[in-house]
């Protein structure tokens, strides 16, 4: 809500901020709630003047691991044996 005041005080349209960091609008309205708050988007748009502490945390991304074995042999294990 904070974020909301902020840029309609300022002036700063959601539209606009996309358009010049060549997304849609709805990914940075995506990036501003949080659902795709990456790095390198937040520090562009602490570069253009919006305080941090309005802005949300960075995704952390984590690596994805391989998929969890179920303990059942697949039909290409079961052909083999």
Do not use: N
Request: hydrophobic share 40%; glycine share 10%.
């Amino acid at each position: 809500m904070r974020l909301k005041v902020f840029l309609l005080e300022a002036g700063i349209e959601v539209k606009a901020l996309a358009m010049q960091r060549g997304i849609s609008p709805g990914a940075m309205g995506d990036v501003l709630s949080g659902r795709r708050a990456k790095r390198e988007h937040i520090e562009w748009l602490i570069s253009r003047g919006i305080p941090s502490d309005l802005l949300p945390v960075p995704a952390v991304l984590q690596k994805r691991g391989p998929k969890p074995k179920t303990g059942q042999p697949d039909q290409a294990d079961a052909q083999a044996a």
